[in-house]
């Protein structure tokens, strides 16, 4: 069952930018917002070398990693092709102006 | 709305290539249905040679299997051959009784082997060279008998006596001309290859006029069924078992003619299209591919098919951009071990001029035809490494004059480092490394072009990652890529290159909308130009962003968000997601107070490597993110400001100790190089950008390798510009003396904002002089005062309350922004 975890106010993040949130355990989450408001979560680690994905430029549905240009969906975290790799992903949403993360 | 029905009869290269660039630009606007003659889903016509050799097989050489129709909902009726076009109804009508209904038809009909009216040119043994089928029967022929004769010494004759000789038989080419491939090589260059291919075991019968193919005749002397023989003119005769013809091609326009659609007359003859490829009789009617007459020119070559494919789409999407004005061509033959390449007119003329360069021993043939300064024409033999790059110089219409001297000496525009120097694509083993960057040899590059039927250098980087990092083996894999696909390869000219896949516009097109239409906005831009993407990408956005800048400064905001994350932080990120800070040291000096706040601050962020960089100042390395705020706050208080270490903007003015120390100093160059600095502080730039000043011309601040490089001299400076100390050294080139610090900073100034406003984005300034040649930024810059001084006002004006961009992020909320966000417990 999700555990919705309150990270902070949708103005937080920047449109087509990312927070990250860090964690005690089990590593950093990139929080995406795209320029139509809409939120992602993703493990903030690069399918290739561990790159940043939050640090990344976001575009459309999709970040680039800053490290060596992959493309990674934000919707399910998959490396667009012809990359090919995986990326975690988490349940997220917004609620009156407030971003929810299902930890 | 209800879909609109797109009918493509012609199930081939240039049809199929059309409908997937109309699936790119609008995936929704038909319900598409496709017929084809042939039996199978749409496969590379021109790799049936290698198939013929048996250097691939025909699974391999698919480009849209039956899933691919399936996957984009198209309609497929394989084998089922297109009778008849109803204008009227908008319906075509197949041989086995199919029919679909169109509101708008694409022709692609291709084109057919021409077979000479000769007596016994329908014996059985006798083929044209053009489908799987004809490949399938050579293949079954080469396995039953054993001599062969291929009629037609062009291309593709070539290629067929090449593979069926490979396949054990006896060939025999016999060729009408007095020499071979004699529409695309000139004699001293067909001489030598057709050395190379008699070496091989083919043999030839040139300036041969066939007469007959006779029958073969059975032990008995009574006459069979097949071919045995051909008989030329001169009454000599030569056993044949199979007969090849390769005389040529004609437009398969039957079927169009019989709708009424106009298909010309006497020599040209084929399906009439506008720069629209729109029929010239029915609009609702397109046509791509061999089977097209476009203003009195039929293409046989993939290249131009591709070209007219991308226009077609366009129009056919309702986008109504985008004209062909038909191609030039180039040609490449694919059999193993011999590089032939040839493009536009070699045949001379009074008005033409050449350069030739002949070693027969060493087997190598360089021809280059020039008219008013510019190719008009290139044969290759033996070495064809730079057969691209003069190809391209002709399609551009480059005025060569100035590289003249070496222009037979190639580009030579390989990367120095990474690949053991090795320029020759040919000649490399598979297993020999061409990416440095990301450890791809050619093995792996030929193997993806080959199944994954990649056509253009960007797939290629897309698939391989070879190139796709530094760029310096780019003209290698560029190399193995015309080499693999032949004649299907079409270097891309660099001015109609698309930005990135979110548009097809060029750098000089966005660039020059912006500036016309006064666009201050991405968004502006995207709608503008009719982006295909809602925001763009990693590639466009950053380039948009400084050309809205650039154009419009003052004026257009930036847009963090459009920035590498680096000019968004001002600090280097590293591999381990920590950044590295490079303050400023102006022309490379410092004093013992800066250099305390330096050891502070490196001490209280505990940072890991203190590191003197190449351009005379301090990296601190391993610095986290969310400390970057306060290590700029310490070493502003200490009156350090960014050194912009990380940016597409001025780098370092890099300084020798000069006249000021220097026992052999002409020049104060320390005072000349922080002056310069300081003018060019926060210049944002299509690349970075690099300077350095010498006292003398001993020259140990290294400016012969630096954007801008100033030596001094004891009456005065040498400037020289274009200078790249990185992956392809390229050394400086002179561009004028002058006598005092003001005119340095004036012409200094004046070039770099030439080149901000006129070099494409990610473009060093060595490309960029590459391009627009050095003799255009001489005028604009040395020759006419004006202009010098205009420019040289525009910078000032754009660098007018420049402020440090640490200093400023500081203030600035996003800033805050570096700090992780925690989980509420």
Redesign the interface.
Known sequence: MSNW????PLD??????A?????PTGG?IA?FR???DEVFALHDKCPH?G??LS??????R?V?C????W?IGLEDGQAVA?DVGHCGRFEVKVEDGQVW?A? | MKKQKLVLVGNGMAGVRTIEELLKLAPDLYDITVFGAEPHGNYNRILLSPVLAGEMSLPEIMLNDLDWYRDNGITLHAGSKVVKIDRVRRKVMAEDGTEADYDRLLLATGSTPFIPPIPGNDLPGVLGYRDIADTEAMIEAAGKYRHAVVIGAGLLGLEAANGLMLRGMDVTVVHIGEWIMERQLDQAAADMLQASLEAKGMKFLLARQTEALLPARNEDGDMTARVGAVRFRDGMEIPADLVVVAAGIRPNFALAESAGLYCGSGRVRGIHVSDTLQTVTDPRIYAVGECVAHRGIAYGLVAPLFEQGKVCANHLANFGIGRYEGSVTSTKLKVTGIDVFSAGDFSGGADTEEIVLHDRQGGVYKRIVLRNDRIVGSVLYGDTADGAWYFQLMRDGQDIHEIRDHLMFGQNNLGDVGHKGENRAASMPDSAEVCGCNGVCKGTIVKAIKEKGLFTLDEVKKHTKAASSCGSCTGLVEQILASTVGGAYQSVSAADKPVCGCTEHSHKVVREAIFAHHLTTKEAVFETLNWRTPNGCDKCRPAINYYLISSWPHEAQDDPQSRFINERAHANIQKDGTYSVVPRMWGGLTTPSELRAIADAAEKYKVPTVKVTGGQRIDLLGIRKEDLPAIWADLNAAGMVSGHAYGKSIRTVKTCVGAEHCRFGTQLAMDMGVKLERMLFDMYAPHKVKLAVSGCPRNCAEAGIKDVGVIGVDSGYELYVGGNGGIKTEVAQFLCKVGSDEEVMEYAAAFLQLYREEGWYLERTVHWLERVGLEYVKRKVVEDADSRKALHARLLFALKDARDPWQTSREARAVKQFIPLTVEA
């Open positions: 975890k309150h990270i902070c937080e993040i920047p449109p087509l930018g927070r990250v949130v860090r964690r950093d929080l795209n320029a139509e070398k790159g940043p640090q990344g430029i976001v575009h459309g999709k680039t800053p490290l060596h240009g493309n012809p993360l930890l």
